[in-house]
């Protein structure tokens, strides 16, 4: 794997440190001018090392990220990149999350074991936990030719609890050691968070419309940058949406993959069921949660800036 950013820094360092004398760090002008000269020379022989050092970096290996909120449409967009050629896609990922840890028995997930074992690990060994295993995948993935995708499970960070999760998002964490190409879908906040209420999944607290609003804005400018999909644009037109998703994760594109994805079975399938991809029809909204979409101050900002309608209704 390649040497960390701060390491390749400090090699350069030590390189001027080594090659520089004491007077490359003293060109005050009182030194005469023969040895301000070879101060000069010395500091430019320097520099040309530590050019070369850097040169010489491997680059980063290339990982591709997934990230959405629950009840988006994740995983039928998710199941779409698993069936593009030579993908391996881990769903719900989430190194730091609160979530899942409450089942004793885990003989195979060294995380979960540390967290819960007799002395739990830090929050520094959970991350080089994870890092070790997923240099090993990555490496896998890369020696048989394999395009590694995580699936972010943002669900535990961003709509989970009193606040918004302190840990790093999964892009945040992987950047230092990889080269990332990322995506981000989302689907009408109205749908999503009516869907969350129908699964008992709305887990933020107050448990409100407007702080879900105001969470999903949070998480898109942590996102800010990354590529941006609509579920209901890619549910429309699945040939255009699945190719603008392969291009923000530089994947090969397979035309037929709305064929192949009946066969893809992956966690957090919560959604309605069947294998065509359409449009469901807005569920019923009772009339205390009616209210609460209509009070929603974060409501208008969010629905604005992805492009959605306020009103109730759904569009024709």
Not at 187 to 215: K, M
Not at 269 to 278: E, H, I, M, Y
Request: aromatic share 6%; glycine share 6%; net charge neutral.
């Amino acid at each position: 794997m390649t040497a960390a950013p701060d390491k390749l820094l400090h090699a350069a360092l030590q390189a001027l440190e080594q090659a520089a004398p004491a007077r490359v760090r003293d060109m005050s002008g009182l030194a005469p001018h023969g040895d301000r000269a070879e101060a000069r020379k010395a500091l430019q022989e320097s520099l040309k090392a530590a050019a070369r050092l850097l040169a010489d970096r491997p680059a980063k290996p290339v990982l591709r990220t997934l990230h959405h909120l629950a009840c988006t449409g994740g995983t039928v967009i998710s199941k779409a990149v698993a069936t593009q050629p030579n993908v391996a896609l881990l769903s719900e990922v989430d190194p730091f999350s609160p979530l899942g840890h409450a089942h004793p028995f885990r003989p195979t997930d060294m995380i979960g074991l540390a967290k819960i074992g007799s002395r739990a690990v830090s929050s520094d060994t959970q991350a080089r936990l994870f890092k070790a295993s997923l240099d090993v995948l990555v490496q896998e993935n890369a020696d048989r030719g394999s395009y590694l995708v995580l699936r972010d499970h943002s669900h535990g960070k961003y709509t989970y609890g009193e606040d918004i999760g302190s840990y790093p998002g999964l892009r945040d964490f992987l950047s230092d050691a990889y080269d990332l190409r990322s995506a981000v879908t989302v689907r009408d906040p109205i749908d999503s968070y009516l869907s969350l209420r129908r699964n008992g999944w709305v887990h933020c607290q107050p448990a409100t419309f407007d702080e879900y609003c105001r969470r999903m804005l949070v998480f898109l400018d942590d996102h800010a940058g990354v590529p941006l999909i609509r579920y209901e644009d890619f549910i429309t037109d699945p040939q255009k949406g699945g190719s603008a998703l392969c291009r923000a994760l530089a994947l090969p594109f397979n035309p037929d993959f709305p064929h192949l994805m009946p066969a893809v079975s992956l966690s957090g399938d919560s959604g309605r069921k069947g294998n065509r991809l359409a449009l469901r029809p807005r569920y019923e909204i009772p009339e205390d949660q009616a209210r609460d979409i209509r009070d929603s101050p974060n409501h208008a900002v969010l629905a604005e800036r992805l492009g959605y309608s306020t009103a109730l209704a759904p569009p024709a």
